[in-house]
T-cell receptor
Framework: QKEVEQDPGPLSVPEGAIVSLNCTYS??????FMWYRQYSRKGPELLMY????GNKEDGRFTAQVDKSSKYISLFIRDSQPSDSATYLC????????????FGTGTKLQVIP | EAQVTQNPRYLITVTGKKLTVTCSQN?????MSWYRQDPGLGLRQIYY???????DKGDVPEGYKVSRKEKRNFPLILESPSPNQTSLYFC????????????FGSGTRLTVV
């Protein structure tokens, strides 16, 4: 079983829709959870990160962690064409946080 | 501008011909790392470095070498490239470790024929 699993999509939604992107993980010791966004032909960029369980909001983006289910989510409200990208969840290991395991990424297309 | 610079952006080479992909960051970050990105497999860590002269293996280190002689530079060396090393490579840096989030370079697309 992979440490981090992510539905690859692609996911296609109309502009203005609410988007839900999800990852599951296997190691209950993980405590920090991150989301990166990667535009075509670019390197990933850090979008949000959360610690332990709960929600964190940043503008139209909300990151949610459910440690009991080992499930993390990224919600995008009022999605825009500029949100079209691949979204990757990322989890630093629970030791020295030197290693980060990435999900395979979900490709999102927001149609105007 | 704070950035991670990789060169070259695109490279086609032949099996067995040694090559180096350079990576430089201007943010005085202690931590640097190399990843490869393949369809269906996502980003996999090759090597990382916590500071000058301190490096360690990631998940897929076979066939690669790195060195960290200066804080800003972290080159990736393929001494004898093979076709299964055809991939998109990213260098990343961080203040310290993955916890603070990485700044990624723009990537190097390598094709080994």
């Amino acid at each position: 079983q992979k440490e981090v699993e992510q539905d690859p999509g692609p996911l296609s939604v109309p502009e203005g829709a609410i988007v839900s992107l999800n990852c599951t993980y296997s190691n209950s010791a993980f405590q920090y959870f991150m989301w990166y966004r990667q535009y075509s032909r670019k390197g990933p960029e850090l979008l949000m990160y959360t610690y332990s369980s709960g929600n964190k909001e940043d503008g139209r983006f909300t990151a949610q962690v459910d440690k009991s289910s080992k499930y993390i989510s990224l919600f995008i409200r009022d999605s825009q064409p500029s949100d079209s990208a691949t979204y990757l969840c990322a989890i630093p290991d629970s030791g020295g946080y030197q290693k980060v395991t990435f999900g395979t990424g979900t490709k999102l297309q927001v149609i105007p | 501008e704070a950035q991670v610079t990789q060169n070259p952006r695109y490279l086609i080479t032949v099996t067995g011909k040694k090559l180096t992909v350079t990576c430089s960051q201007n943010m005085n970050h202690e931590y640097m790392s190399w990843y490869r990105q393949d369809p269906g497999l996502g980003l996999r860590q090759i090597y990382y470095s916590m500071n000058v002269e301190v490096t360690d293996k990631g998940d897929v280190p076979e066939g690669y070498k790195v060195s960290r002689k200066e804080k800003r530079n972290f080159p990736l060396i393929l001494e004898s490239p093979s076709p299964n090393q055809t991939s998109l490579y990213f260098c990343a840096s961080s203040i310290t470790g993955g916890l603070w989030g990485y700044t990624f370079g723009s990537g190097t697309r390598l094709t080994v024929v």
